[in-house]
């Protein structure tokens, strides 16, 4: 069974900056949109940003111009640098792959901590 496998996560001060990575385990045919979720306690999961198969990204309004997504989804890959991190940005962070015609792969999460 192919999984996604996320890195990055940590803690830093308000301000700072963390990556993030995620590659599968083997190999996803057919992927037509590769992204980042997260979901902080006591809150419903969020998409934070996606990148296509073509290079189109997209972001929510809480992180554009703070976050970057890059990836290549042929490779199953992406990252999201982020930038100018807020305490707001707490949370679990959750890479997914969405193949053509089949189900999502999730991570299993990472977590990103923010202190002010």
């Known amino acids: 069974q192919v999984q996604l496998v996320e890195s990055g996560g940590g803690s830093v001060r308000a301000g700072g900056s963390l990556r993030l990575s995620c590659a599968a385990s083997g190999v996803i045919f057919r992927i037509k949109t590769m992204g980042w979720y997260r979901q902080a306690p006591g809150k419903q999961r969020e998409l934070v940003a996606f990148?296509?198969?073509?290079?189109?990204?997209n972001y929510a309004d809480s992180v554009k111009g703070r976050f970057t997504i890059s990836g290549d989804t042929a490779k199953s890959t992406v990252s999201l640098q982020m930038n100018s991190l807020k305490p707001d940005d707490t949370a679990v962070y959750y890479c997914?792959?969405?193949?053509?015609?089949?189900?999502?792969?999730w991570g299993r999460g990472t977590q990103v901590t923010v202190s002010s």
């Open positions: 990148i296509t198969s073509s290079g189109i990204t």
């Open positions: 997914v792959a969405r193949p053509s015609g089949l189900p999502d792969y």
